[in-house]
């Protein structure tokens, strides 16, 4: 069974950094297209950013602020996220991305960023 486990979520003032981690079990992270995405209350989870074997890809929302990343040897995605905006606030999940899209049943509990203003 595919477990990802989400943490590195807390409360920090706008303009502050987080950075997030997504620990697989079962599944590589490296050999896989992954993906960070997130739900902010009232609204529907969106792509924020993903990683393939070439490429790492950005909402124009996070573009400049946010950088994926995997480690091969933790088998571990991260997201660092600086520059935080109140708009960030969300729960962040990780996911593989299949074919362009998440794997609906990899969603894990995600873990709360709340960014204040």
């Known amino acids: 069974q595919v477990q990802l486990r989400e943490s590195g979520g807390g409360l920090v003032q706008a303009g502050g950094s987080l950075r997030l981690s997504c620990a697989a079990r079962?599944?590589?992270?490296?050999?896989?297209?992954m993906g960070w995405f997130r739900q902010a209350p009232g609204k529907q989870r969106e792509l924020v950013a993903s990683?393939?074997?070439?490429?790492?890809d950005y909402a124009d929302s996070v573009k400049g602020r946010f950088t994926i990343s995997r480690d091969i040897t933790m088998n571990t995605m991260y997201l660092q996220m600086n520059n935080l905006k109140p708009e960030d606030t969300a729960v962040y999940y990780c996911?593989?991305?299949?074919?362009?899209?998440?794997?609906?049943?990899?969603w894990g509990q995600g873990t709360q960023v709340t960014v204040s203003s």
């Open positions: 079962t599944i590589v992270v490296s050999m896989n297209d």
């Open positions: 996911n593989v991305v299949n074919k362009g899209s998440p794997v609906s049943a990899y």
């Open positions: 990683i393939t074997a070439r490429s790492a």
